[in-house]
């Protein structure tokens, strides 16, 4: 399981540090590409498996479905940390997320997610005021 906040730069040549905590569990190989909210998603191989197989079951008939298949696969690339602990993210992933000098490196359970600085605050301050209510809409977590 992935979990925690973590702060790095990345160079301009599109390297940046992995967090140790997080190594072990992304394995030798894994995937990353383009998330929601303009951040990196970024897959252990088994997850990213697991995510391929479901969403070859939506219907290729339906537009949305199409849609979004093309936005996660079109931008998906296979990634390897080098000696340093460092990965290198495609220029598009980069421009994508908009992602220059800082960036905020979070776990989110089965995936890791890799924001601009600016756009991680910007999110959490827009919905840090809503997070009862999100929850509340979502599942009665039952604590």
Not at 39 to 66: G, H, I, M, N, S
Request: proline letters at 3%; aromatic letters at 12%; one cysteine or more.
């Amino acid at each position: 399981m992935f979990m925690g906040e973590h702060r790095h730069n990345i160079d301009e040549k599109g390297r940046m540090i992995v967090p140790a905590k997080f190594r072990d569990n992304l394995g030798t190989s894994f995937v990353v590409t383009r998330g929601l909210d303009r951040c990196l998603f970024v897959y252990p191989q088994e997850e990213w498996e697991k995510l391929e197989q479901k969403l070859k079951t939506l219907p290729f008939t339906k537009k949305d479905a199409r849609a979004f298949t093309r936005f996660f696969f079109s931008g998906a690339t296979e990634c390897e940390i080098d000696k340093q602990g460092r990965i290198n993210i495609a220029a598009p992933l980069r421009d994508y997320a908009q992602l220059v000098k800082e960036c905020v490196i979070i776990g989110v359970s089965n995936r890791v997610e890799v924001w601009a600085k600016e756009n991680w605050e910007e999110y959490f301050a827009e919905s840090e005021d809503s997070f009862s209510e999100i929850a509340e809409n979502i599942i009665d977590f039952d604590l």
